[in-house]
Each structure stands twice: as C-alpha cells, then as structure tokens.
C-alpha cells in the first residue's frame, strides 16, 4: 500500500526557510498520472493546499505562498521535499504531505495522506 511519512524540524526561526521532506513508499513518484503535494492546517484554520509536484516533475504552488516556496524531489530516494522560505510565526502548522491520481483526485481530495508533522514558528 502507498505509505507517506513526514519528517524535518519541529522548531524553525522566523524568517527562516522551513525544510520537510516526504519519503514515499508503495508507489513511485515517478508513476504515471500521480501527482504530491504538501497541505498544511494551522491551529484552529482548515486545511490549506501548498504546493505539488507531479510525476513528470511539474510543479506549482498556492499564489499566496507562490514566491516562497519551492518544490522538489530526489527521485532515487523517492522522496520529495517542501522549502517554504521566510517563515513567520502564522507559519506555525500541521504540515502534510499527501498525493493522489490527476484522473481521479485533482485538485481535492488526495487519495493517500502522511500522518503529518507538526512545525513551530517560533517568535
């Protein structure tokens, strides 16, 4: 089964890039029609959409975070990753990564989900 684990620091100082990666399991993320990506819920809000990555390497991300975030992944690891620069304390967040099939779950819900990590933006 396709298993998603998050994993980086807990604690990030303001104005610093916060860093995650994504190992995946189960399921390349080089195959055909997946697409991953990293959702966030901060304390008390609603889930918000970050960024992607797709199988052939596009990737994209919410315009409000657009300028400050960047996307990537380590094929041979099968992993992929999360930088999301100049961080504030509203940064503060359960971050997800999660992924799914663009014929079947794009753009909402992704199909399979990490457990999350919790980040702290400390001031």
């Known amino acids: 089964q396709v298993q998603l684990q998050e994993s980086g620091p807990g604690l990030v100082e303001p104005s610093q890039t916060l860093s995650l990666t994504c190992a995946v399991s189960g399921a390349s993320i080089t195959a055909n029609n997946y697409y991953w990506a990293w959702i966030r819920q901060p304390p008390g809000k609603g889930l918000e959409f970050i960024g992607y990555i797709g199988y052939s390497g596009n990737s994209d991300s919410s315009p409000p975070l657009r300028s400050r975030t960047a996307i990537s992944r380590d094929t041979s690891k099968n992993q992929f990753t999360l930088q999301l620069s100049s961080v504030t304390p509203e940064g503060t967040a359960v971050y997800y990564c999660?992924?799914?099939?663009?014929?079947?779950?794009?753009?909402?819900?992704?199909?399979?989900w990490g457990q999350g990590t919790q980040v702290t933006v400390s001031s």
């Open positions: 999660a992924g799914g099939q663009y014929d079947i779950s794009w753009p909402a819900p992704s199909r399979y």
